[in-house]
């Protein structure tokens, strides 16, 4: 149990998907213009991050133990296909989360945070219990980041920022400042 | 285009573009997440940014070379299967000549198939256009790319470490800026990069402005 439970941590806070890994930076810099939006790609993630790591755990144990070349190939496929079948099933389970979802349940085939979730799993050598936490964690960390950042720009729309600071830069600047906050959860659990 | 001075001068300005006017990570801000996670030291960088580049001509000069065969409605996929192919070739081939560098680059030489660079490039020019042009548009745009990433990685090193490519540039006395080889670093170099990228170009722009009044 305590071992699942710093697996969930260290995703969520000390190694911090995006603000430790730099894994869905696109995203992260794309869509953190309002809060209510940040805040559903986030769980769309959460809910991506859970199949896939099931689908991958699945694959590495029974499938690629017997061809270890096409992990990258069967991995990527997985995603894609998985993201599409959900698109399906939300559509068809429950059209109000779809649209509130939008374009951005597709755009999370290429976001590399959740092949990253696959590719450190299986190197990682977790068991499904152990996979699930890790996903639950990571995609929980990746809102966290999105939330956070989303509501700072939010908060900073009215200052007067000079022009070439304006756009990628400053959003840059200030994950870079958010970045070491985190840093500051490092070592936690270290002695255990 | 029918002369060949005409096509050399295409060839040119496709393979120019992605240097600076069109610099992916500058310009389009793509591919961030290698940019970032890998760019601590100047050799870590510059071996990404090679692997970004065979990655990115190879898989161009397949896709445009099919362009006629795959089906509209497959085509990403297709993509995706062709980009993640010759990504598992680059990270069997670093294993077997630089073991060392694929150590510390580990999962992100995987991460490769989710740059947004090269299913970009496929997508909007790859699929579009003769191969002889597709290459040259690929070699620009991974040279682009590798020399920004070079850029953010010997920043890193240089302010991080005291050191490029490991060779110790200070005396004892230079106290080393750690946060710049930590993630932080990687945020804040690109951001101050992208804001002198945007000075300069609002600059170009003023004196281009000013100088018909």
Redo the contacts between chains.
Sequence with gaps: MDNLMWIFISALLVNNFI????????PF?GVTHKLETAFRLGLANVFVMLITALCAWLLNTYVLIYAP?L???SF??VI?STVQFVEMAIKKLSPELFRALGIYLPLIT???AI??LA??AT?KGYGLAESLVYALGAGGGVTLALVLLAGIREETRILDIP???K???????V???L??AF?GFAGMFSGN | MNAPTDQGNQLAIEFMKGLWKENPIFVMVLGMCPALAVSNTAINSLAMGLATLFVLFFSSLLVSALRKVIPAQVRITTFVVIIATFVTLVDFLLAAFTPAIHKELGAFIALIVVNCIILGRAEAFAARNPVLLSVADALGMGLGFTLALFGVGAIREILGSGSLFSIPLFGNSFEPWVVMVLPPGGFFTLGFMLLVFNWMQQRKKQTASAKPV
């Design positions: 603000l430790a890994y730099f894994l869905g930076i696109c810099l070349y992990r990258l190939i990527i496929i894609a290429t976001n590399c092949l990253g590719l450190f190197n022009d070439v600071v756009g990628t830069a400053f959003t840059l600047i994950a870079g400042i970045s070491m840093m």
